[in-house]
């Protein structure tokens, strides 16, 4: 009996917890269905509102308008080279269509930006273009997340293309700089078509490997990869990320990406294999082009010249009696100075060349870092691998060289023996084939685009050398300054054959057959 009641209590109880989560569960049931209504009443009115603003636009300007976000057009870098490209194609095919360029830049007008662009790429646009100037650009800083840096930079992203969207609404919307979650906004609160250019995914299935096998980098701190639950819970927010990239990049009505790399990645996260293409990006090949070939010569002849000088100024015979590399090479090295593109190996590697060349040679040895800066992080960058060859005892070696004009870096380019590039993973690498192009010898990170698309065979032939750590590209660079003059010539002239699918010609006709589809319906 007294069991029985205890189980008739129980079962009391039970109802009674039921019937208060009900009374709990319920309300939250209602207001989240009313929050949900609110909130599609307001996106709807949005949407309209937006909408009625392009009309008006239109209305006034007569015909349809694209708009690209590229946050840091002013800097010097591929994407940047991109930009102007497509903007290029597109004004010449497109004369009754308007262009718009949402830029985070300050402190530059329009015209300044226009003269970089001209200067360090030789691109001159044949029209105007509208700069519409954001002021939050801060928000898709990596510094102001120094924590789920990733998120907070896409998260900035959607508020950044919101000021950009309320600002000037486009017909057509290209990402061009891969800030995926800007596109859901543009599409569906601004009625836009949407197109992207993928340089590199913000998260990849790689990415996800070096968490998970504890190495550490540039994106995965140390006290992460030592610590397992750490690593574990990093993957899960990769994992998360990944699903909501994927969300947002398929979105795009027309997906262009750089290399077969890229194209894996976003195939994997966007599963849109009948809107993505591979468009490689426009290097400026043809100015390089026009430089020729010339044999070096010979290290033999130049030595037998030294000494015989030496011996008409009364010097006599050097000392030890070994022979001593008098003919000058220059390693330069092209790419902006972000973490990613790692001159840390590129100085270090140049360290254990000098040591391998001994007292034979090494003098005449310099290395050469060209690139851009795009902000104060980039250029405290600069400062710490500086400090780096004082620490190694090779600044007096090391050349940096900032924000240089494109007919300096052709100059550089065109005397270099070697063209140095250290990032891993580069999804593309347009320094890699500007190098190729100037008649350098190309060294370059055994992996991504550069060792699928770049540095590949050509007919047959070598066209250049991949490494992968310090000592190999040491030991790659001395067995490049040991070849032959005749062996690094035709090294270089198969390189420079290989090039031709880079050109500017090439990307602009891909560009624009790749967004012919979504041209048409505007221009028509």
């Not at 790399?261 to 390089?288: E, K, N, Q």
């Not at 082009?289 to 010097?315: A, K, M, Q, T």
């Not at 003919?327 to 090295?333: D, L, T």
């Not at 008649?439 to 066209?463: F, R, W």
Request: one cysteine or more; aromatic letters at 10%.
């Amino acid at each position: 009996m007294a069991g029985h009641e205890h189980h008739h209590r129980f079962s009391l109880c039970f109802c009674d917890l039921m019937r208060l989560m009900w009374s709990l569960v319920m309300p939250c049931i209602y207001l989240t269905l009313v929050l949900t209504l609110v909130m599609l009443l307001v996106m709807l009115g949005l949407r309209m509102w937006l909408q009625g603003r392009r009309k008006s636009r239109r209305a006034q300007d007569g015909g349809p308008a694209v708009a690209f976000f590229h946050p840091y057009c002013n800097a010097g870098g591929g994407g940047e080279r991109v930009l102007w490209c497509s903007l290029r194609a597109f004004m010449n095919r497109y004369p009754g269509v308007s262009f718009v360029v949402y830029t985070g830049d300050q402190g530059v007008t329009g015209e300044q930006i226009l003269e970089g662009a001209r200067q360090r790429f030789n691109i001159t646009l044949p029209r105007p273009v509208t700069f519409i100037f954001l002021r939050n650009r801060v928000l898709v800083e990596a510094t102001s997340y120094p924590h789920f840096t990733l998120l907070g930079q896409s998260t900035g992203s959607m508020f950044l293309g919101w000021e950009a969207l309320t600002a000037f609404v486009p017909d057509l919307y290209v990402d061009s700089m891969g800030y995926a979650f800007t596109l859901p906004i543009f599409r569906y609160l601004g009625g836009c078509k949407v197109a992207s250019y993928v340089h590199y995914p913000t998260v990849s299935t790689d990415m996800l490997s070096v968490v998970r096998e504890g190495n550490p980098r540039f994106n995965n701190a140390d006290f992460i990869s030592r610590n397992p639950i750490l690593s574990a819970l990093k993957v899960v927010y990769y994992c998360c990320f990944a699903l909501l990239y994927g969300l947002t990049g398929s979105c795009s009505d027309v997906i262009m990406v750089n290399s077969t790399w890229t194209m894996g990645h976003i195939l994997a996260l966007w599963r849109s294999p009948s809107r993505t293409s591979i468009v490689y990006p426009p290097c400026d090949v043809r100015a390089f082009l026009d430089v020729p070939l010339e044999e070096e010569e010979d290290e033999d002849d130049v030595e037998e010249g030294w000494e015989e000088l030496g011996r008409e100024l009364g010097s006599g015979e050097e000392e030890g009696g070994g022979a001593v590399d008098r003919k000058g090479h220059s390693i330069v090295s092209v790419g902006q100075f972000r973490p990613e593109k790692d001159h840390q190996l590129q100085i270090r590697a140049f360290r254990k060349l000098l040591d391998r060349k001994g007292d034979g040679g090494k003098e005449s040895l310099r290395l050469v870092l060209i690139g851009g800066c795009r902000n104060q992080e980039d250029e405290e960058r600069v400062l710490m691998l500086r400090g780096l060859c004082q620490e190694l005892g090779i600044s007096d070696q090391v050349d940096f060289k900032l924000n240089i004009p494109f007919e300096e870096l052709k100059r550089e380019l065109v005397k270099a023996t070697i063209g140095l590039h250290t990032m891993w993973n580069e999804h593309f690498g347009i320094g890699v084939v500007e190098c190729m192009a100037a008649g350098t010898i190309v060294l370059a990170h055994k992996s991504g685009g550069p060792k699928m698309d770049i540095v590949v065979p050509h007919q047959g032939s070598q066209t250049g050398f991949l490494a992968d750590s310090e000592d190999s590209y040491a030991a790659a660079m001395e067995t490049i300054l040991t070849l032959s003059p005749s062996a690094r010539l035709e090294i270089r002239r198969n390189a420079r054959e290989s090039v031709g699918r880079f050109s500017d010609q090439e990307f602009e006709a891909s560009f624009l057959d790749a967004t012919e589809s979504l041209m048409s319906k505007l221009v028509r």
